[in-house]
T-cell receptor, first 107, second 119 residues
Framework: SYELTQPPSVSVSPGQTARITCSGD??????AYWYQQKSGQAPVLLIY???ERPSGIPERFSGSTSGTMATLTISGAQVDDEADYYC??????????FGGGTKLTVL | QITLKESGPMLVKPTQTLTLTCTFS??????????VAWIRQPPGKALEWLAL???????RYSSGLRSRLSITKNTSKNHVVLTMTNMDPVDTGTYYC???????????WGQGTLITVSS
């Protein structure tokens, strides 16, 4: 099965830039997607097709990829950005996969 | 406005079959360019993709759970039903349904429903 690997946790101070990584063998040829999940809530799509933002998502959220790694960047992180973040991708012939999730702490 | 809502029993016993319904509005599940997926999340753990049904009625299943899952749709009622057989306590978690499109994938999610498997 297809696996995506994320760091369990990332911590930044308010106003700093947070970077959350996601590694997967198929990422050079498959898109990465990013979801934000606040405590007790359903996930929300933040980034699709590596770097596109849905309408309503603040510009401080951005996505990029390089080789087998996708990165979610939160510029000027806010306390309200504290959440779990999941990457997601697909690979031909395999079950779509979520990463293990990264808990972002902003304090 | 696209909305989805999951419904089902809060509690199921081990070995029983779970039946979940996703009731949606704001789109029609009638073309291959639209689908509804199911995703679950054990307490404190990561999201897990389960199944997807396209408007064309094509279906995809998690390779690890394929033998236990069935997904169907009722286009006229705007329902998608997921059944999972032989439930086990490890299947306890929140089950979500989500709207799927090729470009944005899982772009709208339901609120989720917590399913507990216990005798």
């Amino acid at each position: 099965s297809y696996e995506l690997t994320q760091p369990p946790s990332v911590s930044v101070s308010p106003g700093q830039t947070a970077r959350i990584t996601c590694s997967g063998d198929a990422l050079p040829k498959r898109y990465a997607y990013w979801y934000q999940q606040k405590s007790g809530q359903a996930p929300v799509l933040l980034i699709y097709e590596d770097s596109e933002r849905p309408s309503g998502i603040p510009e401080r959220f951005s996505g990029s990829t390089s080789g087998t790694m996708a990165t979610l960047t939160i510029s000027g992180a806010q306390v309200d950005d504290e959440a779990d973040y999941y990457c997601y991708s697909t690979d031909s012939g395999t079950t779509p996969a979520f990463g293990g999730g990264t808990k972002l702490t902003v304090l | 406005q696209i909305t989805l809502k999951e419904s089902g029993p809060m509690l199921v016993k081990p070995t029983q079959t779970l039946t979940l319904t996703c009731t949606f509005s704001g789109f029609s599940l009638s073309t291959s360019a639209v689908g509804v997926a199911w995703i679950r999340q054990p307490p404190g753990k990561a999201l897990e993709w389960l199944a997807l049904i396209y408007g064309s009625d094509d279906k995809r299943y998690s390779s690890g759970l394929r033998s236990r899952l069935s997904i169907t749709k009722n286009t006229s009622k705007n329902h998608v039903v997921l059944t999972m057989t032989n439930m086990d306590p490890v299947d306890t978690g929140t089950y979500y349904c989500a709207h799927w499109v090729p470009q944005q994938q899982l772009d709208y999610w339901g609120q989720g429903t917590l399913i507990t498997v216990s005798s």
